[in-house]
């Protein structure tokens, strides 16, 4: 009875220390997910303008939000397999009575290079704008399109 | 102001909505950036909502709370697949109260490279009126 109640003892312990280590570290986890958000979504660049980048066998599509910025007032340009999106956001002067409640808007300049992982078509890039967003598209050249090979049965 | 100009942007994730109501619809709601001002003879609202054709926003205003909603079609086409995504597209709202009465009748708004410029023109007092009294 007592050298079981003894042998018990450390046992019940051991297993509920262990236990504690295991809940503490899966605590860790969700907090360190929590940080970082959830584990698809890709580190930020912390650069203006964010970007989506997705891609469809014949072309990648990258698109930013660059609310209030007019095309000409853009400067986009492709060398090499790296894309720039540069320019200013102006945010025009109102009227100077004007009293301001709010100003969460902001203007300046901006430069960002997206590296495109394979080969493009670079004389048929294109660019196009609409309600704010800008879409540029990167045809891939020929050779780095996904090709079907047919299996030959003999 | 040229110190303003020289500024560089900086890149900031979107706001997402907390509202307390639960939505309808899936897919996150996000606040867009205003900015507010008023002269004496409107309030003006200028709102950043990228991603929203005119047919798609909603101005509502009744008794002194102006929403904005505004719901975003997904420009991708179902076939393209993500490469790297760093901004979420998702619909848009924000409620403010005003303290001003406004003219409903008057009310402009314009959508222009996804800014919303919404004139609410404040309700001019009312002129001062001569009556005559009728000698009778």
Redo the contacts between chains.
């Keep these: 009875m007592i050298i079981r109640r003894i042998g018990d003892w450390p046992t019940w312990d051991l297993r509920s220390s262990f236990e504690e280590l295991e809940r503490m570290r899966r605590d860790m986890d969700k907090l360190s997910e929590g940080l970082m958000g959830p584990l698809s979504?890709?580190p930020?660049?912390?650069?203006?303008?964010?970007?989506?980048?997705?891609?469809?066998?014949d072309s990648?599509?990258v698109?930013a939000?660059?609310?209030?910025?007019?095309a000409d007032e853009l400067d986009i340009s492709f060398t090499g397999n790296s894309l720039t999106i540069s320019g200013?956001?102006?945010?025009p002067?109102?009227?100077e009575?004007?009293?301001?409640?709010?100003?969460?808007?902001?203007?300046?300049?901006?430069s960002r290079v997206i590296s495109v992982?394979s080969l493009v078509n670079a004389s048929k890039v294109e660019a196009h704008?609409a309600?704010?967003?800008l879409?540029v598209i990167l045809p891939k050249a020929e050779e780095s399109k996904p090709r079907q090979i047919s299996v030959k049965t003999s | 102001m040229a110190e303003m100009e020289r500024k560089a942007l900086k890149a900031r994730e979107k706001a997402e909505v907390t509202s307390p109501a639960e939505q309808t619809r899936t897919g996150p709601t996000f606040t867009p950036a205003v900015d507010i001002f008023e002269t004496d003879q409107e309030i003006m609202v200028l709102a950043d909502i990228p991603g929203v054709a005119a047919k798609d926003l909603m101005i509502d205003l009744r008794e002194n709370v102006l929403t904005l909603s505004a719901t975003v079609a997904s420009p991708e086409k179902p076939k393209e697949v993500d490469v790297l995504r760093e901004y979420r597209t998702g619909n848009y709202y924000r409620k403010f109260s005003l303290s001003e009465v406004i003219d409903q009748a008057k009310i402009e708004a314009e959508l222009k490279d996804g800014v919303l410029r919404l004139s609410l023109p404040k309700v001019m007092a009312a002129a001062p009126r001569k009556i005559a009294v009728k000698a009778g």
């Design positions: 979504r890709e930020m660049a912390g650069v203006f303008p964010l970007v989506n980048v997705t891609e469809d066998t990648y599509y698109r939000e660059l609310p209030g910025i007019k200013e956001r102006t945010i002067a109102e009227n009575k004007a009293r301001y409640h709010r100003k969460e808007r902001e203007s300046g300049k901006f992982p704008c309600h704010g967003i879409t």
